[in-house]
């Protein structure tokens, strides 16, 4: 029997469903109100249904790619100048990890670089709301928000229950026009976290909760989200198993696949683009450890073929990323056998994701499976 500690780490308020964002009831009667997103964002309908709700709302749209710490403080120091008392951070998890850091950051004077690592926020002044518009980072429902360093060009977490949000709409409609490639590899991020998590050794009782559900409703839905991109029902699904995915790797974390994921994130291939080439191959190489709790997946995922052995779930996996349109090998994204010791050195250091796999990792088992993924 292990032993754990559940965390109530959980937005007071969620509201699901289509066209949700007209029905946001808290926090309408604040004034100084700041939207953060993405600059694609900003000629989309998706600002105009927010600003339908608050007015009077200024918009900060200076989020391009991946945050950088020069990026959020430019950000923080402008909601530092409106002295804001709501930020509603909407768009991909990019403007949603930028949102939690102006409202934890915004009442006080330090920089983000200040507060990289585990518990350095001081409890937040600001009010926060957000509302994805990709199903795939979960950073509405998680404590960290994901910063590349600007001084040395790592990616870097502040982790602190300090950024789980005042409030969460999960809005299908804002998701509407995400295009096929997009949806492919932000919910192949989200498989990822529930599958990770549901793997890892850091998972429990109640985070498996999250992770089971969130797998159901992504497995089922992700094809269907690809290929028909207007179809309500499958975004829907996809967003909340996007949340939950965040709720259960908050609670579990993730493992090796996202550890080998973030060399290849420095380089600039997209998060869940990495994940999605990564996934199958670090199941088949977590096989020999955790047969039986991959087993206890099946009920969850969805499959035309029956799932009878845990080589069936990791062949369910190699067999979906080849029919999104992701790419699939690290030629595809110009990556070359010259770089894999250099990325498998670097994928160790991430101790903190490789302690929770199933099946410990040494830099040439890493290098192994970069070369699995080369062609
Ligand atoms: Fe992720």
Redesign the pocket.
Known sequence: MGTYIMNNHFPAYVLYGPGTVARIEWDREKKRVLIITDRGLLKTGNIKRVHKVFPHADVYGEIVGEPTSEMVDAAVEYGRRGRYDLVIGIGG?SALDTAKIVAALLKGKESVTAVFGKDRLQPRQTRLGLIPTTA???SEASINS?IKDSTDGIKKSVISREMIPDWVVLDAELTMSLPAPITASTGM??L??CIESALSLNANDFSVIYSYHGMKLLSKNIEQAVAEGTNLEARGAMLLGSFL?GLA?TRAG?TAV?AL?YPLGKRNIP??VA?GMLLPWILDYNLPACQDKMMELVPYLDSKKPLAAAEDIVALTMELVKTLPVPKTLAEVGIGEECLSELAAEAMEQKRLLVNNPRSMDQEAVETIYRKLLF
């Open positions: 998890g795939g980072t979960g994901i991020d989200a990822c976290h995915g790797i993730t996202h994921s998060h869940g994940n």
